[in-house]
């Protein structure tokens, strides 16, 4: 007989909804101890939580106020992350919680001290992370099979619409209700796996991302939010390794996420549906799986963890920071974006669509090139604006 892992899910709806399927599809809908949402009659899976008997809470706390979980899974708003998280460490609970980890590097620590207090383990669920292809990957980059890292740049072009930026009432905002962080945006939600996936395959150890020395960046926006739908960014790490990300919601051409990355003797590069691929120079080859097709492995690894089968759950929350001090100083260097001019935008109404002409072409040139729009001669092009980050903000 197949062991239980006592479940406590908060959020059901939006992103939630992956997680109720997949335990739907593995028939652990009955391991569920109890649901978080003060409107669970939006997820679409809401008459399976009733026909299971699932209770559902309004609250974290009301929910540890009855009952217990081995393992609680956060997939609500950025801006509840951290309190949710280190609510459910203090009752007892292991954490798989929803990238990003947080929406502060002061919300981090707190994390990451209660779980050292609590000893319980504290995952964020950067869904490639925990994916076998990437863990075979940087694994062979940690045992030198390609030589030293070199530079790196992904991409990623989805179109987003006005209905996208109007499903919830954090979404596209930088603070929430009293002042919390939330900085959602293009490259803090849809598209931050990507971005985290380039530091974190040259971190040293299996839960550490490369950490960034200095930071050049440009963000923009085509719509009404207040973060950004556009953004070109290149960090430079300590090792000098430089990693260029390229994303944008305000286009009217998709292009799945796709990276390569040079190394001395191999170059290694993915495109959306296909395998990851190395190519060293002598004309050698290897595959690796495509990690989008292990894009829930995340959940099965934290319950191997929990039931014991595991201690290795690949990407707990040092893994997170260099994506979370990224974010952070975006915010820091632009208080507002770079606004795209009226004169540069389009709007398809029949889809709700506003992009801007020529953006996306611009965009796969610098991938390609790893420039940022400044350096070409893109004519809506901004200022690049740089910093660096301090070491002592790496728990590692």
């Given amino acids: 007989m197949e062991q239980s892992c006592r479940i406590v899910l908060a959020g059901t709806a939006g992103y939630g909804e992956l997680y109720l399927q997949t335990l739907k599809e593995q028939n652990r809908l009955s391991w569920l101890e109890g649901v978080i949402d003060i409107f669970p009659e939006k997820s679409s899976f809401y008459q399976d939580i009733q026909a299971a008997g699932v209770p559902v809470y309004e609250s974290m706390e009301a929910f540890y106020a009855e009952r217990e979980a081995e393992l609680a899974v956060i997939a609500t708003p950025i801006h509840l992350h951290a309190g949710q998280a280190v609510t459910a460490m203090k009752a007892g609970s292991n954490v798989l919680c929803e990238k990003p980890a947080s929406a502060s590097w002061e919300e981090a620590e707190e994390m990451r001290r209660v779980r050292d207090e609590t000893r319980k383990f504290l995952a964020i669920g950067f869904n490639w992370s925990f994916s076998n292809a990437v863990l075979e990957f940087k694994e062979d980059i940690q045992a030198g099979r390609f030589g030293r890292p070199l530079h790196g740049s992904a991409l990623v072009l989805w179109p987003r619409n006005d209905a996208y930026y109007a499903r ?13 962080p939330i900085f959602d945006s293009v490259a803090n939600n849809a598209t931050a796996h990507f971005m985290h996936n380039l530091f974190y395959v040259l971190g040293d150890t299996k839960n550490e991302s490369a950490k960034i020395d200095t930071l050049e960046m440009e963000v923009y926006r085509a719509n009404p939010i207040e973060t950004f739908d556009t953004c070109a960014l290149r960090a430079i790490t300590d090792r000098g390794v430089d990693l260029a990300f390229f994303a944008s919601h305000a286009v009217e051409k998709e292009v799945n996420p796709s990276f390569y990355m040079e190394f001395e003797e191999a170059v290694i590069s993915y495109e959306w549906g296909k395998p990851m691929k190395a190519v060293w120079h002598n004309g050698t080859e290897k595959s690796y799986n495509d ?7 995340k959940l099965n690894v934290c319950i191997d963890a929990v039931l014991g089968h595991s201690q290795d759950i690949r990407c707990g929350i040092e893994a997170s920071y260099s994506h979370l001090l990224t974010i952070e100083s975006v915010h820091q260097m632009f208080p507002e974006s770079y606004v795209f001019g009226e004169e540069e935008k389009q709007v398809d109404a029949s889809l709700g669509l506003t992009y801007i002409p020529g953006l996306a072409e611009v965009l796969e040139t610098c991938y390609a090139e790893r420039k940022l729009p400044g350096e070409t001669t893109a004519s809506w092009a901004r200022e690049t604006k740089r910093t660096s980050i301090d070491d002592s903000r790496y728990p590692y």
């Fill in 168 to 180: 919830s009432s954090w979404a596209g905002k930088k603070l929430g209700a009293g002042g919390a």
């Fill in 291 to 297: 990690p989008e097709s292990e894009h829930m492995h």
